[in-house]
C-alpha cells in the first residue's frame, strides 16, 4: 500500500461550523504533514508531526487544529474559519529518504 | 535557510519537442532536490529525487534532471513530451535532516497538439 487517503475529498462549511480533514497511510512512514495550497500556488507547510509529536507548526492560526491519534492517522480539525482559508489542504508522509508521498488533497470552501 | 526559484512561470510546447524547465536554488548547506507533478484536481506526484551520487538522474515518465552544484541548478528535461505531460511542475528544496521542503512557484508546462 503506497498510498495517502485523505477525506472529505471535498468540503463546504459555514464560519461558525466545526468539521475535520482526515489523512491515512499504511507505508510505515514516521512523518506527517499538513500543506495548504491556494489556486495557482505552490504547496505551504502548516504542520510536521514526526513519531506522533508535533515538530512543526508555521505560525498557523488556532483555527486549524492538528492531531496525530497514531503512526497511521492524521487529522486537522476546523473551527470559526474565514473565506480565505478556501483552499486544497494536502497531507504528506515521509520516511527516511525524505521524499513527500501526498494525498489527492481536501477542497475545502469556507463560505 | 533555502529557497527555490522556478525561471518559467508558463512553458508552452508542441507534442514530440523537447522540453526544458529551469529551477535554480540557494542553501547553505547540502540539500536534497525533487521535481514533483501535479495534475489537475490532484495531489502531488514524484518524478524524480537528487539525493546524492549521480548528478543526471532519471525519474518517471521519461523525465531527467541534471543537479549542478556550482551552477545551483537541477533543470527538468524530457526529450519528447506528449499531451498527458500537461500539468503543473515544482522544484522542491529539502534541507538534510530537515522536516521542511521548500517548494518553488510552480511551471505550468502546457502541451500542444
Known amino acids: 500500500d503506497t498510498e495517502v487517503t485523505q477525506t472529505p475529498k471535498h468540503l463546504v462549511m459555514g464560519m461558525t461550523n466545526k468539521k475535520s480533514l482526515k489523512c491515512e497511510q499504511h507505508m510505515g512512514h514516521r512523518a506527517m504533514y499538513w500543506y495548504k495550497q491556494k489556486a495557482k500556488k505552490p504547496p505551504e507547510l502548516m504542520f510536521v508531526?514526526?513519531?506522533?509529536?508535533?515538530?512543526i507548526n508555521e505560525s498557523v492560526p488556532s483555527r486549524f487544529s492538528p492531531e496525530c491519534p497514531n503512526s497511521s492517522l492524521l487529522n486537522l480539525h476546523l473551527h470559526a474559519l474565514q473565506p480565505e482559508d478556501s483552499a486544497l489542504y494536502l497531507c504528506a508522509s515521509s520516511q527516511r529518504d525524505n521524499v513527500l508521498t501526498f494525498g489527492a488533497g481536501s477542497r475545502l470552501t469556507v463560505l | 535557510a533555502q529557497s527555490v526559484t522556478q525561471l518559467d512561470s508558463q512553458v508552452p510546447v508542441f507534442e514530440e519537442a523537447p522540453v526544458e524547465l529551469r529551477c535554480n536554488y540557494s542553501?547553505?548547506?547540502?540539500?536534497?532536490l525533487f521535481w514533483y507533478v501535479q495534475y489537475p484536481n490532484q495531489g502531488l506526484q514524484l518524478l524524480l529525487k537528487y539525493l546524492s551520487g549521480s548528478t543526471l538522474v532519471k525519474g518517471i515518465n521519461g523525465f531527467e534532471a541534471e543537479f549542478n552544484k556550482s551552477q545551483t541548478s537541477f533543470h527538468l528535461r524530457k526529450p519528447s513530451v506528449h499531451i498527458s505531460d500537461t500539468a503543473e511542475y515544482f522544484c522542491?528544496?529539502?534541507?538534510?535532516?530537515?522536516?521542511?521542503?521548500?517548494f518553488g512557484a510552480g511551471t505550468r508546462l502546457f502541451v500542444k497538439a
Open positions: 508531526y514526526s513519531y506522533e509529536k508535533l515538530s
Open positions: 522542491a528544496v529539502r534541507g538534510g535532516g530537515g522536516f521542511k521542503t521548500i
Open positions: 542553501s547553505s548547506v547540502s540539500v536534497y
